[in-house]
């Protein structure tokens, strides 16, 4: 079935380096993958996302990658802070719409350390 | 805004009971997700749907079914709760964007 590989499980960094958090997916036919950020003991939270006729997409500090022929796609956080300490999760759609199911990766935990 | 609510915030049940995950959503969402989270395994899809009455497996719906009979509420059923299905169930829904999550449920079989 379809599968979405994360890497790596765990990222230490200092306040103030980038992260930068990879995922693979193995459905062609996937077109929209969104990035959650959870929070201990909270729900997880849309941070962006991107559809496939795009390539890269910003949002202040974080970015989003985007390489279909490559099947892979990369989050870019920018001048982490403290704040930024949490799980994030990678996501791939089952099949072209952005409405429906998601398979998601097994997520990367983000510390930064001030 | 987006609100999707789950019953409980903590439910404790025994082996062998026939357990209920309630979601509601009040945004007039046409689709519906069931996850577990678990450490390290990430969130794995029990079932969704995409219609009123309508619904599809997941990746791991075995031990589980869903109901829907009316569009803004989606329950999970464990039929015969088992020790192994101790874990934190998340609910979501979506139209044509992104799925927004309820806060989940942490269910313990004892």
């Known amino acids: 079935g379809e599968n979405v590989e994360q890497h790596p499980s765990t990222l230490s960094v200092q306040e103030g380096d980038s992260a930068v958090i990879k995922c693979t997916y193995s459905?062609?036919?996937?077109?929209?993958f969104p990035w959650y950020k959870q929070e201990l003991g909270k729900r997880p939270q849309l941070i962006i996302d991107i559809r496939s006729n795009v390539g890269e997409k910003k949002d202040q500090r974080i970015a989003v990658t985007l390489n279909k022929t490559a099947k892979h796609f990369s989050l870019h956080i920018t001048e982490t802070q403290p704040e930024d300490s949490a799980v994030y999760f990678c996501?791939?759609?089952?099949?072209?719409?952005?409405?429906?199911?998601?398979?998601f990766g097994k997520g990367t935990t983000l510390s930064v350390s001030s | 805004d987006v609100k999707v609510t789950q019953s409980s915030r903590y439910l404790v049940k025994r082996t062998g009971e026939k357990v209920f995950l309630e979601c509601v959503q009040d945004m007039d969402h046409e689709n519906m997700f069931w996850y577990r989270q678990d450490p390290g395994l990430g969130l794995r899809l029990i079932y969704f749907?995409?219609?009123?009455?309508?619904?599809e497996k997941g990746d791991i719906p075995e031990g589980y079914s869903v109901s829907r009979e009316k569009k803004e509420r989606f329950s999970l059923i464990l039929e015969s709760a088992s020790t192994n299905q101790t874990s934190m169930y998340l609910c979501?829904?979506?139209?044509?964007?992104?799925?927004?999550f309820g806060d989940g449920t942490r269910l313990s079989i004892l």
């Open positions: 996501a791939a759609s089952i099949g072209n719409q952005a409405g429906t199911a998601l398979i």
């Open positions: 459905d062609s036919a996937s077109n929209y």
């Open positions: 979501a829904s979506s139209r044509q964007g992104p799925q927004h």
């Open positions: 749907s995409y219609d009123v009455k309508m619904k």
